[in-house]
């Protein structure tokens, strides 16, 4: 599972970061780092939910 | 309230595009005991998609009405179309200055969003948290000392919220009731009492600059001073924009959140047992009571025309795009009506969308959080007082008032 991290679409909520911040990192801002994530097999829901809870829809999901 | 003139409605909006719904005097939304204004205003979800309201400002201004999530996220994360460009503090002082960040546009919005950002990041919010709780912890307990119920907003919300700003500021606490003072004056007075508020604190952040230029201490205003911007200190006027919005944009929203929550706490006896029963719960719950009970509407001015989803939007026009609607939409949230405390999909708009995502909200989400786990902590079940009415109201910014919880034995017999 990958996810794509539209990050120009990234207004610094961080709620991915809030649901898994070993998945999510964040700048000095508190806007998600640039490029796509690799999420390991075991993280993967956690990946899904930090995903899915983004109000810019800023992060999609890759199977 | 002063009163609202009904201004001609622009001969460019349809008429079957006219709507009878205001934020400010619809069923529901003008002050309401025991009133849900929240729920009030998700009856536009029965409507169309956009409308016309003739009167939908303070200043009694028509809008455009934006209902659904996915429509808001596209104008709040359009500036170049749907600008906030706007003067709506200086201008009631008949000046022109923008608050800052928010009345600018990118890319100048961009600059001054990088400079404060690490200031409230989720990281440095962490930082903080041991003062916040321990101001909860402290007014909680001179509460639970006097008695048996209280007034929540005069007793617990404002003093804690409006602390924690100050402190953020840099400010003591020896002027908190002075600054409530203004902040209401400022958000709920008349047509005297406002311009008047509004010149008191920017004489307020004016001296305030001018101390910390000529002795710089470790505060927000010294920062503000000692910053640059494209390799140029700031100028008089972007300080006071800067902190005249930082003050007041902390003074009563996080206080009117911890309000309704409470409020829905001491309704919903068997949500408020859930949280007691595992604390950890409350983190999730905040999300889903900011998702149902947000305060604020984004307004921004078309700098084009455009027609959206069907309304021909003209340059000039208002824009409206009112969190607790884009909240209650049936197309983003499952069952939006209920509130389910344990909801894990919940993309809500609380804090808006775009680049003007609200700056305070991490350390917004952390007052709530604390402010919830601290008076469950300390205060036994709670209901509202009997023989009492808390009064809710809509408009510009929704609030609750008089909102007396009881939580003594002979009360629940």
Redesign the interface.
């Known amino acids: 599972m990958k996810i794509i991290v539209h990050r120009e679409k990234c207004q610094g909520h961080a709620r991915c970061w809030a649901m898994a911040p070993d998945i999510f990192e964040l700048d000095d801002e508190g806007y998600i780092m640039p490029g796509d994530i690799d999420v390991p097999e075991e993280q993967e829901r956690l990946a899904w939910m930090g995903a899915k809870s983004c109000p810019e829809r800023a992060l999609d999901i890759q199977k | 309230m002063e009163t609202m003139a009904a201004r001609p409605i622009p001969a460019h909006v349809p008429p079957d595009m006219i709507g009878n719904f205001s934020l400010f005097s619809s069923p529901g939304l003008e002050p309401t005991p025991n009133g849900d204004p929240q729920a009030a205003s998700a009856v536009v979800h029965d409507g169309p998609r956009i409308f016309y309201s003739p009167v939908n400002t303070r200043d009694g201004k028509g809008t455009w009405v934006i209902t659904r999530a996915q429509d808001q996220?596209r104008v709040l994360?359009d500036p170049e179309t749907f600008s906030s460009h706007r003067s709506i503090f200086a201008s009631a002082l008949g000046e022109s200055w923008q608050m800052i960040p928010l009345e600018l546009d990118p890319p100048e919005h961009g600059k001054f969003?990088?400079l404060l950002?690490?200031l409230?990041?989720?990281?440095r919010v962490m930082a903080l948290e041991t003062a916040v709780r321990e101001r909860a912890s402290v007014l909680i307990d001179r509460i639970a000392a006097a008695g048996t119920s209280c007034d929540v907003m005069t007793d617990f919300a404002f003093p804690f919220a409006v602390n924690i700003f100050l402190r953020f500021l840099g400010l003591s606490d020896d002027r908190l009731d002075e600054f409530v003072g203004w902040a209401n004056d400022l958000l709920h007075g008349d047509n005297v009492k406002r311009p008047a508020a509004a010149r008191t604190i920017v004489a307020f952040i004016d001296e305030l600059s001018a101390d910390r230029r000529r002795q710089p201490v470790d505060d927000f205003m010294s920062f503000l001073v000692q910053s640059r911007i494209d390799d140029r200190p700031l100028t008089d006027m972007e300080i006071r924009g800067t902190g005249v919005l930082l003050f007041i944009a902390g003074l009563d929203t996080v206080a009117a959140a911890i309000g309704f929550d409470l409020n829905y706490l001491a309704r919903h006896q068997a949500d408020q047992q859930w949280l007691r029963d595992d604390p950890k719960r409350i983190v999730l719950a905040a999300e889903e009571l900011l998702r149902a009970y947000p305060t604020v509407q984004m307004i921004r001015v078309a700098t084009r025309d455009v027609d959206f989803e069907g309304a021909p939007i003209r340059k000039g026009d208002y824009v409206s795009c009112a969190t607790m609607i884009a909240n209650r939409d049936p197309l983003e949230f499952a069952d939006p009506a209920r509130i389910d405390l344990a909801r894990?999909?919940?993309?809500?708009?609380a804090?808006a969308?775009?680049?003007h995502?609200c700056l305070g909200?991490?350390l917004a989400r952390r007052e709530i959080v604390v402010g919830l786990e601290e008076w469950l902590k300390r205060i036994p079940t709670f209901r509202i007082k009997s023989g009492t009415a808390p009064v809710t109201y809509g408009g510009h910014v929704f609030g609750i008032e008089n909102l007396i919880l009881d939580w003594s034995q002979e009360d629940a017999a």
């Open positions: 996220r994360q969003r990088s950002n690490p409230l990041s989720p990281k894990e999909d919940n993309r809500h708009t804090f969308y775009g680049p995502r909200s991490h």
